[in-house]
């Protein structure tokens, strides 16, 4: 059994789902992996830092209701800052799930820098490092031989990128279109139904799905940066300029278009569209009426989908969980093992 | 730039898709993959053997009326049979896509136990193999250290087993549902708007979806075996035993069932269901009436989908090709690039 130390940057939804994964499922995952994941630190910006070499007490950590900073071990070297911890602790995997920036600099893409530099693998579910500057951090990944996965900024862990990357190999995606916001789905579902935009936002944030500040889904950035991902990852452009990318949100929807969009037995849905130009990427995020035989018009809730335009296969769809603690702390799950498996189980048709 | 010899077993549409494939893409995978898959002998029941271990031409043999043999090189050595060539010839993986038989055995069975106990790695579209005898072979491969994959048994090239296997790593399947063949799907539509089942067979024959024999389509056990495999890989059940499937086809489709589906607003589907029930899994095939929100009711055509039912994300969707010569030969390619790739690229999360 291969013993992985974690240090997990970030105790939000998604940093605790993770931690929540990974109590459930240690047996499951020494098992059939080999493996045991040990969370050695947890970095917060308000609860403080929490470092054992030894691991980490899962279930009292995740009940702990303050500063976090007495569950670690009071005998162990102490980081006074987080960025002490991620260039000087002891680990192997850098579990990155802070808040993300719209213009992916900031903290959380340096803590990825550091790690990678020093030969840590990172697992992510942090949109705007990847989005801005994936072709840097890739790089640095592959000179230190080291692991970067991110199956969690887009879709949640639905294999958006497993699924493309692994799955489709062999194929070129030359276009694709999505329904990558659950918060946007959910709302343009009540304003067709009639409610205006107030009312449903409100509605939205009673269901816990959009944020106090819902800025970031509404206005389509959230959208944007997860075709921002995928166009550079599935299709291998560049990254894209702010003259590629043409971003609508909801918060602006012509009544009359949902109107007709309700007549004609149509769904408005946000859809993210990316097509490949050369080396570049056309990205459109906007309001669009789909029609009922659409792969993307069925979509409940919260539910995303993701159809890719293949030269192998014509389009492939692929639909689940756009968001959500455990769905999301799946996605870090999720890329720990791929980062210490694949080979042998391909090879082994498992 | 790695050499891979490969001997085709089969040259019918699959086998042909596949070649194609390869010639296609020839360059695209040296430069990513920096591999150069060599096709060095065709196998076929009718129209003789060519081998060549220095690489047959693709578009010769592509390209060729009837017999293949003075494709090969006659300085090579001669090998009499298709089993001679399995247990003698020089080559590094087996595609077998010859003739499926609904139990299972049969020289393809024979040819894929004679290669693993070589340790050639295979790959394969060939469903009976897979569905009864999964875990024989699979123990055979892991004993010699050789690969066996099959993306192509289900859904064609669609990339079920690379989503469900690697990409939901680290979840639970607990149950699923697929409308797993074309056919079916494509009569069923027109035996919904008013076609007889014998219409609808004879316009898909014209569309040449359906076979000359249709029975292992209508009858329902191309989708039973699908199943079987699916419950196997996906669940890790034991293979079902006949009292565990239940298997009704669409030659005898109540009209009445269609009628009301059509006033419901439902589309009636040939869909298998599996469920997993301590280690084994019940399967039924039946014609079922989706509604309109049930995620497999939008499958144009030949169009195949899959719901698995996961505990980490709720159920996710995968929906594709299910069939088609270009689509089956894709799997094969995706098989053979997963044999020798892999854990490089899910580490540098390409």
Avoid at 80 to 97: F, I, K, N
Wanted: glycine share 10%.
């Amino acid at each position: 059994v291969l013993k992985v130390r974690i240090l997990l940057m970030g105790f939000g939804n998604v940093g605790r789902g993770f931690c929540r994964l990974l109590a459930e499922k240690s047996d499951y995952i020494e098992r059939h992996w080999r493996l045991e994941p040990r969370i050695v630190g947890i970095c917060t910006r308000t609860r403080g830092i929490a470092y054992d070499p030894s691991g980490i007490d899962l279930d009292r950590v995740l009940s702990a209701k303050d500063n976090i900073e007495s569950l670690g071990n009071p005998g162990s070297p102490r980081f006074p800052t987080q960025e002490d911890v991620v260039a000087g602790g002891d680990y192997d995997v850098l579990a990155e799930c802070t808040v993300t920036s719209t213009d992916g600099r900031g903290p959380a893409l340096e803590y990825m820098k550091e790690a990678l530099s020093r030969g840590k693998s990172v697992i992510t579910t942090n949109k705007g490092p990847i989005a801005f500057f994936y072709k840097n951090l890739h790089e640095l990944a592959c000179r230190h031989r080291a692991g970067l996965l991110f199956e969690g900024t887009v879709m949640a862990g639905t294999p958006v990128f497993s699924t493309s990357v692994n799955g489709l190999a062999g194929s070129r995606i030359s276009r694709f279109e999505g329904v990558l916001n659950g918060t946007c789905n959910y709302m343009l579902g009540l304003m067709q139904s009639g409610a205006d935009y107030d009312k449903a936002l409100e509605q939205a944030q009673k269901q816990g799905f959009a944020e106090a500040d819902p800025a970031m889904d509404v206005e389509g950035m959230d959208t944007a940066l997860k075709a921002m991902i995928l166009s550079q990852v599935l299709m291998g452009t560049d990254v894209p300029r702010p003259e590629d990318i043409s971003i609508q949100g909801i918060s602006h929807v012509d009544p009359e278009v949902l109107l007709d969009a309700k007549d004609n037995n149509e769904q408005v849905r946000l859809v993210a569209r990316g097509e490949k130009v050369g080396e570049k990427c056309r990205i459109s995020v906007k309001p669009t009426p789909l029609a009922a035989d659409h792969p993307l018009y069925n979509l409940p809730g919260a539910v995303n989908g993701l159809v890719l335009s293949t030269d192998t296969l014509g389009p492939v769809c692929l639909t689940g969980a756009g968001a959500g603690s455990k769905a999301t702390g799946f996605a870090l799950l999720h890329d720990l093992l791929s980062l210490y498996d694949s080979r042998e189980r391909c090879r082994k048709g498992m």
